[in-house]
């Protein structure tokens, strides 16, 4: 058994009180620790603001914290868990976590969903569209990451996002690519989101409630590589205080996300 932890980044309010040095000097501890404890991975979410109440706090952008902590570590696989398709440009994605995958030695791994958290998306401009399309831009996404992710040129011209005969290099250490993994709230949803690209995907999907212990989901390939057993938990913030002998109640609370090939 494989296990990850997601670490410490702000969005769940522990770095109310802390400045932005002392917040990001303790997620390095955390992953540094981690990695010495034997974690296979280390994952981080996708926010700007705390849940509601809202109230200043700092919350690290998930690209350039991963990218640090791979300066920062030289083992644990690095991922989101997971990352929303609609703020940032889907090629723009591609090229970010491949790079990411170069500079860290081939330990990316790229988590993606459809997004749901209303306040961030308004405050920053984003707007709030339905279910639906979040999800339909989700699903545009995944084509024009699978196809940037693929041997030669891509083209993919989508109602919300497309590209048109782009180059892009280098497309990860990965082989035969980086692992995608797919998060939603079921599995019929997340298995739409994550159907087969151009006849050859073998999708991956993740779907765990926010704060839950149970096992939710299937972590699957999309693109047919070897896919990895194990379980992803919440427990950063756990080994932050345990280090001081503090009890770490509120980190206690897992989202965990079992692995295995489907028939």
């Avoid at 702000?10 to 303790?26: K, M």
């Avoid at 706090?57 to 902590?69: D, G, K």
């Avoid at 860290?104 to 709030?128: N, V």
């Avoid at 047919?224 to 992803?232: K, N």
Wanted: include cysteine; glycine fraction near 12%; charged fraction near 25%.
């Amino acid at each position: 058994m494989k296990l990850g932890i997601t670490l410490p980044q702000g969005c769940d309010r522990e770095y109310l009180g802390l400045d932005a040095r002392r917040a990001w000097d303790r997620t390095v501890d955390v992953a540094r620790t981690a990695e010495a404890l034997g974690f296979e991975s280390v994952w981080v979410y996708d926010h700007f603001q705390v849940d509601p109440p809202l109230i200043e706090a700092p919350i690290f952008e998930p690209f350039v914290e991963l990218s640090a902590l791979a300066m920062a570590t030289s083992r644990v696989r690095l991922g989101h868990l997971v990352m929303a398709a609609a703020y940032r440009n889907a090629a723009l994605t591609a090229k970010m976590i491949s790079t990411l995958d170069v500079v860290s030695g081939g330990r990316a791994e790229l988590g993606i969903g459809a997004g749901w958290k209303e306040d961030e998306w308004l405050a920053y401009g984003y707007g709030f569209p339905d279910t639906a399309e979040r999800l339909a831009i989700l699903a545009d996404h995944l084509e024009i990451i699978s196809r940037m992710l693929a041997p030669g040129r891509a083209t993919w011209d989508g109602r919300h996002a497309s590209v048109h005969d782009a180059i892009h290099e280098p497309k990860g250490l990965q082989d035969p690519r980086l692992p995608i993994l797919i998060g939603g709230n079921g599995p019929k949803v997340t298995w739409r989101s994550g159907r087969p690209v151009r006849g050859r995907a073998e999708p991956r999907r993740a779907h765990a409630r926010r704060g839950s212990a149970r096992a939710t989901g299937d972590r699957r390939t999309l693109h047919g590589d070897r896919p990895r057993t194990g379980v992803a938990a919440r427990v950063g913030p756990c080994l932050g205080s345990a280090r001081r002998g503090g009890s770490g109640s509120r980190a206690a609370r897992a989202s965990c996300a079992i692995t295995r090939r489907l028939a």
